[in-house]
T-cell receptor
C-alpha cells in the first residue's frame, strides 16, 4: 500500500466553525507533514511530525492545531479560520526524517478548503 | 537568492520531442533532489528523485544532478499531451524539502 488518504475531499466552513482534516497512511512511515497550497504557488510547509511528536511548526497561527494520535494518523483541527485560509491542504508522509537520503515525501490527494 | 529556482514557463514542447526542465538551488549542503508533477487541482506526485551526481533514468524520465554547479534537471523523452502539468523541483534541507515555484509544461499535439 503506497497511498496517503485524506478526508474530506472538500470542506466549506464558516469563520466560527470548528472542523478537522484527517490523513492516514499505512506505509510504515514515521514522518508526516501538513502543507498548505494556494493556487499557482508551491506547497508551503506547516507542520512536521516525527515518531508522533511535533518537530516543526512553521510559525503557523494557532487557529490551526495539528494532532498525531498514532504513527498512521494525522489530524489538523481548524477553528476560527479566515477567508484567506482557503487553500488546498496537503498531507504527506516519508520514511524517516532523520536519514535525509530516504526522505522522499508522498502526498495525499488533499482537502480543498473554502472559508466563507 | 531564492533557495530553489525554476523558470515558471510556460514551456511549450511539441509532442514526441524532449522536454527539458531546469532547477538551481542555493544550499551547497543539500543531499536529496526531487521532481514532482502536479496536474491542475491535484496533489503533487513524486516522479523522480536523485542523490548522486550524474544521470538517473526511469522510463521516459531522466534526472540529472550536478552538485558542483548546484543544478538539477529533468528530461522527458517522447513527450505526450498527458505530460502537460506543472513540474516542481524540490530540494532537501535538513528535515524539510524546499519547493521551487514550478515550471508549467505544455505539450503541443
Amino acid at each position: 500500500d503506497t497511498e496517503v488518504t485524506q478526508t474530506p475531499k472538500h470542506l466549506v466552513m464558516g469563520m466560527t466553525n470548528k472542523k478537522s482534516l484527517k490523513c492516514e497512511q499505512h506505509m510504515g512511515h514515521r514522518a508526516m507533514y501538513w502543507y498548505k497550497q494556494k493556487a499557482k504557488k508551491p506547497p508551503e510547509l506547516m507542520f512536521v511530525y516525527s515518531y508522533e511528536k511535533l518537530s516543526i511548526n512553521e510559525s503557523v497561527p494557532s487557529r490551526f492545531s495539528p494532532e498525531c494520535p498514532n504513527s498512521s494518523l494525522l489530524n489538523l483541527h481548524l477553528h476560527a479560520l479566515q477567508p484567506e485560509d482557503s487553500a488546498l491542504y496537503l498531507c504527506a508522509s516519508s520514511q524517516d526524517r532523520v536519514r535525509v537520503v530516504y526522505n522522499e515525501q508522498f502526498f495525499g490527494p488533499g482537502t480543498r478548503l473554502t472559508v466563507l | 537568492q531564492k533557495e530553489v529556482e525554476q523558470n515558471s514557463g510556460p514551456l511549450s514542447v511539441p509532442e514526441g520531442a524532449i522536454a527539458s526542465l531546469n532547477c538551481t538551488y542555493s544550499d551547497q549542503g543539500s543531499q536529496s533532489f526531487f521532481w514532482y508533477r502536479q496536474y491542475s487541482g491535484k496533489s503533487p506526485e513524486l516522479i523522480m528523485f536523485i542523490y548522486s551526481n550524474g544521470d538517473k533514468e526511469d522510463g521516459r524520465f531522466t534526472a540529472q544532478l550536478n552538485k558542483a554547479s548546484q543544478y538539477v534537471s529533468l528530461l522527458i523523452r517522447d513527450s505526450q499531451p498527458s505530460d502537460s502539468a506543472t513540474y516542481l523541483c524540490a530540494v532537501n534541507r535538513d528535515d524539510k524539502i524546499i519547493f521551487g515555484k514550478g515550471t508549467r509544461l505544455h505539450i503541443l499535439p
